[in-house]
């Protein structure tokens, strides 16, 4: 059992704390600073950003603004973020970031959370 996030891949499958399943990550994108280790970069390519037009979509399925709150977005970037796409009868987007990750287990495809589904950022699935 591994808690680096280093090892987290699209396509694995996320648990939340109580070990329900949510669903394959999609997209991931690490961020500005190590969330284990507050105040150290981590490097990653700017260019690699969702488009602006995706983070107001986000948003805007949460808290119904066209324009998303800087917190929101200094967050996503400072700790980096993971989509997770939901499939079932309603097919939907989680976002989570990194911090939340309690433990990855690489050999076997997961990403477990120290959070439950309900703590997520949900959005519509586009």
Do not use: C
């Not at 399925?61 to 939901?86: C, K």
């Amino acid at each position: 059992m591994e808690r680096s996030i280093e090892h987290i891949e699209e396509g694995m499958t996320v648990y939340d704390a109580d070990e329900n399943s949510i669903g394959e990550i999609d997209f991931i994108r690490f961020g500005d600073e190590d969330p284990y280790r507050p105040g150290t970069q981590v490097v990653s390519d700017p260019q690699e950003d969702l488009p602006r037009s995706l983070f107001e979509q986000l948003v805007h399925g949460f808290v119904g603004s066209e324009e998303m709150p800087s917190e929101i977005e200094a967050r996503l970037h400072r700790y980096g973020y993971i989509r997770i796409h939901h499939t079932g009868p309603f097919e939907a987007a989680y976002y989570t970031t990194l911090n939340n990750v309690a433990r990855v287990m690489p050999n076997e495809g997961r990403v477990y959370l120290s959070v439950n589904k309900d703590s997520l950022i949900e959005a519509e699935w586009t």
